[in-house]
């Protein structure tokens, strides 16, 4: 029997094009295990609670293990007189073992409840995915951070040069950013893993079914209790897309600063071979190109994000077909979130750093104008605003010099002619505050990227980062002893005897 299992009330099969327009199925494909899984514990639970003989359980659970290899063997053939793969599933079993066993499978439960613990099973398993390749990505980082912490690289506010800082300190800034999607994507982890089997179609059910022992069964945190909402929301989606285009906007800036560095007027770094590409016609070409598309594929995530938010909008509550749009955006901004993480994490790993060019520029720039200023302050008493004008007035008259040409004297001179009295500071002063080293030694604030201040950092989020690697591992193993429950209770059933 291929479709039409649940076309009793009707005369007539869908229309060819209706059915093509129609069918979830090829879509669903990504959720067939969990879609087979979420039936045995489903049947095991009916079993249990005395709902389905065990007959029925053992050629049910027999039929949908053989479903379950026939798949992970490529011998699923699919089309569209499938509405999707709950009809698929189902009529597969029934076909295996026939209506008296097999019709008994899809007791008291509804594919509005279904389709939920199959997409949220999935989705857990992305979300986890995820974060494990976050920490690797944040770990990279780490690393990389660590062996920088001295490299001094220009900061820029406007793309102008701003103050003068390390890379170590840059990189720990997108650390701090990650750790914080990070945080966001285990939070939306917790509303994501709850079981809605068990609602129905959208009001329960007559049957004396558990929602204890399917939860358990499946590895959920706790039930998605109300059966309106079990079956009817999608906010919890909605909140996967907004967590995952949060972190590639953060990806996507970061992957901006490293393009913009590889341009040959920075010079800053090198992106190695095995993440760049060269041109068709120019020869000298070595694109960032890798780092392009993690740029550009963030519009798909965010796309997927108002995709899910567009699609719910309007509709009344309770299931309705367009509520079937919630998988093919997931499905799509899980890749290109998982893609783009290893992407970053290989380029940043592997590209190399031309510190003597980042120092180069650094030395050359008039950045030192606020150190100098905030030395005027600390060291003669200044207030700021004075500081601020003799300051500028000297690098008005430096007429392109630099500024650790300066000295003491035209600095009284300076201070004398914008302030009307002359400010005396020791001699090295300048020396000081225009060499790159001590001058980030001078950035005392916490936060700053003095290397001191820079490795306590480093530290502190190694600490962090060892708590939520802990923390995930807890939540992945959670999930595998579920499986092994649902495991161990599929083959102990298949082995029991009346
Ligand atoms: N294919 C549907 C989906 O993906 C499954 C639920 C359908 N429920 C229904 N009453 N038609 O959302």
């Known amino acids: 029997m291929r479709g039409g ?154 793309g102008q040069h701003a103050q003068v800082g390390t890379l170590g300190h840059y990189l720990l800034s997108y650390v701090d950013t990650l750790l914080r999607d990070l945080q966001r994507l285990l939070e939306c982890y917790g509303r994501v893993n709850l079981n809605p089997l068990g609602a129905g179609p959208i009001g329960g059910t007559s049957i004396p079914i558990d929602r204890g022992r399917t939860t358990e069964l499946l590895g959920f945190d706790g039930v998605a209790e109300n059966s309106i909402d079990a079956t009817s929301s999608r906010d919890w989606a909605i909140e996967v897309a907004a967590v995952s285009a949060i972190l590639m906007s953060s990806l996507s800036r970061m992957a901006s600063d490293l393009i913009l560095w590889s341009m040959g007027e920075y010079g800053y770094i090198e992106l190695a071979d095995e993440y760049s590409t060269s041109s068709s016609i120019m020869p000298q ?27 719910v909008k309007g509709v009344p509550t309770g299931y309705y077909q367009d509520l079937q749009g919630t998988k093919p955006p997931l499905w799509r901004c899980l890749e290109v979130v998982k893609g783009s993480m290893r992407i970053v994490e290989g380029a940043i790993s592997t590209m190399t750093v031309k510190a003597d060019r980042m120092r ?73 505050v225009t060499d790159p080293y001590r001058s980030l030694e001078r950035r005392i604030s916490q936060g700053s990227p003095r290397p001191g201040e820079v490795r306590r950092m480093i530290a502190e989020r190694w600490r962090t980062l060892k708590e939520m690697r802990r923390e995930a591992e807890g939540l992945r193993r959670m999930v595998e002893e579920a499986e092994g429950r649902l495991r161990e209770a599929v083959e102990r059933y298949l082995r029991a005897e009346e």
């Open 5 to 158: 299992l649940y076309r009793s009330r009707l005369k007539a099969a869908l229309e060819e094009e209706a059915a093509r327009f129609h069918t979830s199925i090829y879509e669903d494909l990504r959720i067939l295990e969990e879609d087979v899984d979420g039936t045995e514990a489903h049947d095991i639970m009916l079993y249990e609670a005395g709902v389905i003989p065990l007959e029925a359980l053992r050629g049910i659970l027999k039929a949908l293990e053989e479903v379950k290899e026939e798949w992970r063997e490529g011998r699923v053939e699919v089309g569209p007189e499938y509405e999707d793969i709950h009809e698929y599933v189902e009529s597969r079993v029934i076909e295996k073992i026939g209506l008296e066993m097999g019709g008994r499978m899809h007791t008291g439960r509804s594919r509005n409840d279904q389709v939920m613990v199959d997409v949220r099973m999935r989705v857990r398993d992305e979300l986890l995915e995820v974060a494990e390749a976050l920490l690797g990505l944040l770990e990279a980082m780490l690393r990389r951070a660590e062996g920088e912490v001295e490299t001094v690289m220009m900061l820029y506010t406007h």
């Open 285 to 311: 070409k070595k694109n960032p190109s890798t780092l392009e598309l993690v740029r550009g594929r963030t519009s798909e995530v965010y796309s997927a994000l108002t995709e899910l938010l567009a699609m």
């Open 360 to 432: 180069e520029i650094a030395e050359g720039s008039y950045t030192y104008a606020v150190d100098l200023a905030e030395a005027l302050v600390v060291e003669a008493g200044l207030p700021f605003r004075e500081a601020y004008r003799v300051v500028a007035h000297i690098v008005k008259a430096l007429g392109g010099r630099r500024l650790r040409e300066l000295t003491p004297e035209q600095l009284m001179e300076a201070s004398r002619e914008v302030l009307g009295r002359a400010i005396e500071v020791r001699p090295d002063l300048i020396e000081e």
